[in-house]
């Protein structure tokens, strides 16, 4: 069965960092784009950062490109999100997506979600 | 970029069909054939129900069903469950491999 376990996160005050990290099982991780998308308590979700399979081609939203870094390991099936200079507005439950295939192609679409993991930036 | 625009909530009668509709807000809609669809119940994981506008992962019930029409996304329930009743969020692609949820809607099964 195919799973995601997003770990790392916690409480941190503001400039901080945390890595979080998302743990695949049960599909070839190697042969999927990956990304990290956050819900702040209440609201609706929101995409941040995609990674192609062998990591060359990397991608972010505004809200966080230069204080996030995305990255992967395929062989220890593990996708990373750096974060550094983290604000209050940062706080979210992070999830770690995997992306369809459609075809022999990535599909623009996330087909399979981990539980997430709880970020909570305050002093 | 902005979220695209979706109504906060509708609702319907058991075996009725509701329509919920999702408007860019910078013409990513209209310019991309890749909106996909996601159902989110309290505490859970969104869930994948539509992608490229049209398309149904297997597993999907075929009440739920996509369409666009220029910078306008729509997702159609058909024949409404109980269980239907939760948070629906579309997503488009919005050019340079960055997306953008919408910002959601509750469907209320009356």
């Known amino acids: 069965e195919v799973h995601l376990v997003e770990s790392g996160g916690g409480l941190v005050q503001p400039g901080g960092s945390l890595r979080l990290s998302c743990s695949t099982s049960?599909?070839?991780?190697?042969?999927?784009?990956m990304h990290w998308v956050r819900q702040a308590p209440g609201k609706g979700p929101v995409w941040l950062s995609r990674?192609?399979?062998?990591?060359?081609?990397?991608s972010y939203s505004d809200s966080v490109k230069g204080r996030f870094t995305i990255s992967r390991d395929n062989a220890k099936k593990t996708v990373f999100l750096q974060m550094n200079s983290l604000r209050e507005e940062d706080t979210a439950l992070y999830y770690c997506?995997?992306?369809?295939?459609?075809?022999?192609?990535?599909?623009?679409?996330?087909?399979?979600w981990g539980q997430g993991t709880m970020v909570t930036v305050s002093s | 970029q902005s979220a695209p625009t979706q109504p906060r909530a509708v609702s319907g009668s058991p075996g009725q069909s509701v329509t919920i509709s999702c408007t860019g807000t910078?013409?990513?809609?209209?310019?991309?054939?890749?909106v996909s669809w996601y159902q989110q119940h309290p505490g859970k994981a969104p869930k994948l129900l539509i992608f490229?506008?049209?398309k149904r992962p297997s597993g999907v019930p075929d009440r739920f069903s996509g369409s666009k029409s220029g910078d306008t996304a729509s997702l159609t329930i058909s024949g409404l469950q109980a269980e239907d009743e939760t948070d629906y969020y579309c997503?488009?692609?919005?050019?340079?491999?960055?997306?953008?949820f919408g910002t959601g809607t509750k469907v209320t099964v009356l």
């Open positions: 997506t995997r992306e369809v295939i459609v075809g022999v192609s990535a599909g623009d679409a996330f087909d399979i």
């Open positions: 049960g599909f070839t991780l190697s042969s999927y784009w």
């Open positions: 990674i192609s399979t062998d990591g060359s081609s990397i």
């Open positions: 910078s013409g990513e809609i209209d310019r991309y054939d890749y």
């Open positions: 490229n506008v049209d």
């Open positions: 997503c488009s692609y919005s050019g340079s491999y960055t997306y953008v």
